[in-house]
């Protein structure tokens, strides 16, 4: 049967006490919606459906994608009147998958599982069961433990609330019966809304067998409401995230303090310190070792590599046993090739660094092509930029600079060239040759410094 996936996205959030919509509030710095998009997407639907409502237009600015179909709610009247308005634009031949854009963490594999049991004799339900099953609607069964209606909690007696299943609001069910029992929904009840719920009761009452399929953990199903739930969801996917990675091989020493924000790929016997924060799509390549403090963005970082702490990197790319840090930044563009050196408060910015080079200390290279076996003096800088226009450095394989060197680009640096310590090189430095450029040092006798006059 094909799949339209239907997800509600109208909320305001008001308890969010935020400017930003509620499904663009970030978890692990991406917006909520985000996560169930791209959830939706690995079960290849045919069609994604989002309802939107307050704030629209920065909620499809910030989900931009061709494959999405934007519907508006302009007057929020509950969830089944949200899903009406995605329905004129699905047959009645597909199945209907409703998912909440405030609801990140469900997996595509429970997804699969629910729309796997809905046909055009049945529905299915997503349940959970929880221990405090407060602010949700009770999953209510009959004797024979057939699910026979939903009760929203806030029309709940004393003995439904006592039930610890809950409903999730994701439910899989064919757009054919969905679209009649929608169209009959009477907003009957102490919300004066039409409830999506309302379709289970429909649906028992024509025969249609109604499955709930119950949730993995209480985590998969959380909804976030106000920036405390946020919280408790962001703890929820941190610990999964680093739980994927330990049981890879990855050595975390905490995993509390680990936060996967991306795609990660990690080789044999990978370390990864405390409050580290990988972005994008992070490789790391065998026994790389990642200091507490760091912050890995799109990076490919080669083997037996120590990015040492409270270094960034982003955009990077390394070749094996490189020395990152520590407090170094690595900025888009930068390749380094084996066994090269960055060190402390050194910046590099779209610069290639040759193997077996080094720059240590307080330096900043930046639009730079540096050889192999290239030493660079503490407080060098490459003069890159006119105020306009960026300007490359070339230094060749085996250069000494010395320490406080200012590169005034464009300029070439020779093979094997030494610069002597606080130079200023403007012109060509040729191959095998030691340049010093500096202004004679002398003294003035009889100067005083000045002095503040009295008040």
């Known amino acids: 049967m094909p799949l339209s996936v239907v997800i509600l ?13 509620k499904v663009l509030q970030p978890l692990a710095g991406r917006p909520l919606l985000a996560h169930v998009i791209e959830t939706a997407r690995r079960l290849a639907p045919d069609t994604i459906h989002i309802v939107y409502g307050h704030g629209g237009e920065r909620v499809r600015e910030a989900l931009p994608a061709p494959d999405l179909h934007w519907v508006l709610q302009a007057e929020q009247k509950g969830t089944g009147h949200a899903v009406a308005q995605a329905m004129p634009a699905i047959p009645d031949g597909h199945g209907v ?3 909440y854009g405030d609801v990140p963490l469900v997996k595509a594999a429970t997804l699969a599982s629910l729309v796997a049991r809905a046909g055009p004799r049945s529905l299915a339900l997503l349940s959970a069961r929880l221990p405090d099953p407060a602010g949700y609607g009770r999953v209510i069964r009959d004797g024979a433990g057939r699910v026979v209606r939903i009760v929203e909690e806030r029309d709940a007696n004393r003995e439904e609330k006592a039930v610890e299943e809950v409903n999730t609001g994701l439910l899989a069910v064919p757009a054919g019966r969905l679209r009649g029992w929608l169209a009959a929904l009477r907003p009957d009840n102490a919300q004066g809304e039409y409830y999506l719920t309302d379709c289970i009761g429909a649906a028992v009452r024509e025969g249609v067998t109604v499955e709930a399929v119950v949730a993995g953990s209480a985590g998969e199903v959380l909804g976030v409401n106000d920036k405390v739930q946020l919280a408790e969801v962001e703890a929820v996917h941190r610990r999964e995230r680093a739980t994927e990675l330990m049981r890879a091989g990855v050595t975390i020493v905490d995993p509390a303090r680990v936060d996967i924000r991306g795609q990660v790929e990690c080789g044999r ?3 990864l310190e405390i409050n580290v924060i990988l972005e994008g799509t992070v490789k790391l390549g065998d026994r790389v070792r ?4 760091c912050v890995l963005r799109d990076c490919d970082i080669g083997a037996d590599t120590e990015i040492r702490a409270h270094s960034i990197l982003d955009g990077a790319a390394t ?3 490189c020395i990152v840090g520590p407090f170094a930044r690595l900025r888009p563009g930068t390749r380094l090739a084996d066994d090269v050196h960055i060190g ?10 040759g193997a077996g080079s080094k720059a240590n200390h307080l330096s900043y290279v930046g639009d730079t092509t540096i050889g192999a076996k290239v030493n660079v003096g503490a407080g060098t800088v490459t003069c890159n930029y006119d105020g306009v226009n960026k300007h490359c450095t070339t230094i060749g394989d085996g250069a000494f600079i010395g320490s406080g060197t200012m590169l005034v680009a464009p300029v070439s640096v020779g093979e094997d060239a030494t610069i002597g310590a606080g130079s200023t090189i403007t012109k060509p430095a040729p191959a095998g040759k030691l340049t010093v450029e500096r202004s004679r040092q002398q003294t003035v006798e009889n100067w005083k410094r000045p002095e503040k006059k009295p008040d």
């Not at 990642?290 to 403090?293: A, I, L, R, S």
């Not at 402390?344 to 660094?353: A, D």
């Open 319 to 321: 070749g094996t046993r």
């Open 290 to 293: 990642v200091g507490p403090g």
């Open 344 to 353: 402390n408060f050194v910046e590099v910015k779209k610069s290639e660094i």
């Open 269 to 271: 016997d990978v370390v």
């Open 9 to 21: 996205a109208a909320g305001q959030g008001k308890r969010m006490a935020s400017d930003l919509p």
């Open 97 to 99: 998958l409703v998912l």
